[in-house]
Every structure is written in structure tokens, then in C-alpha cells.
Nanobody
Framework: VQLQASGGGLVQAGGSLRLSCAAS????????MGWYRQAPGKQRELVAD???????NYADSVKGRFSISRNNAENTVYLQMNSLKPEDTAVYYC???????????????????WGQGTLVTVSS
């Protein structure tokens, strides 16, 4: 099971970006999914997460500007980022709490899966 993030880039302050993260493998289901970010010299922090039922949670710093969503049929999570600020500059990582998958007739579960990160740079 792997998470592949995409959509990062360079944008001016006030602009928008949309991040995507797709899980690959013979996936049966994924519990919570989310986005974290890590700015230079800072700890990784939660940006937003979403349950399998669609309940969302946001960091105070992004409320009203970012929107997280997921497509359970496609095992994908998205982060729409609007009104970007220079302080949003960071590497953004997608995360899955627990993934249930199968190999042949066997069922497996793996926890705490991270994507490779995608860089978002917001210029002032």
C-alpha cells in the first residue's frame, strides 16, 4: 500500500492550489485520511483530516481557507487551498490512519501510512 501525493507548486499569496493523494494497492477500505505539513525548522503539524464518513477537522490557521474531501471509491483525498499565505509554505504530506487491503484470499491491515510529500511555496 502506497500513498502518492501531487499538486504542489509555487503560487503567489492569495492564490489557490489543490493537492491530491491517491492510495494504491488492492485496497478494501481506508479509515481516516488527512494532510499534514512541515515548514523548515518546524515540527510536522496537522492541517486537516476527514473520516470515512466525511466528518472533517481543520487546524485553526487554515479554517475558512482550506477544504478537505475524499473519494472513497477511488481511495483519494484532496486538499483545496485558497487564499494562500506565505506562512502556508511547507512540505505537505498525506496520511492514512489505517488501510485494509487484501492479497489473494488474505485480508491485511496496516496503520499510519504516509505519502512522500509535496512542496507548496507561497510567495509574497
Amino acid at each position: 500500500v502506497q500513498l502518492q501525493a501531487s499538486g504542489g507548486g509555487l503560487v503567489q499569496a492569495g492564490g489557490s492550489l489543490r493537492l491530491s493523494c491517491a492510495a494504491s494497492g488492492s485496497i478494501f477500505s481506508i479509515n481516516g485520511m488527512g494532510w499534514y505539513r512541515q515548514a523548515p525548522g518546524k515540527q510536522r503539524e496537522l492541517v486537516a483530516d476527514v473520516t470515512v464518513g466525511g466528518s472533517t477537522n481543520y487546524a485553526d490557521s487554515v479554517k475558512g481557507r482550506f477544504s478537505i474531501s475524499r473519494n472513497n471509491a477511488e481511495n483519494t483525498v484532496y486538499l483545496q487551498m485558497n487564499s494562500l499565505k506565505p506562512e502556508d509554505t511547507a512540505v505537505y504530506y498525506c496520511h492514512a490512519d489505517e488501510v485494509q487491503y487484501y492479497t489473494g484470499p488474505y485480508y491485511h491491515s496496516v496503520s499510519d501510512i504516509w505519502g512522500q510529500g509535496t512542496l507548496v511555496t507561497v510567495s509574497s
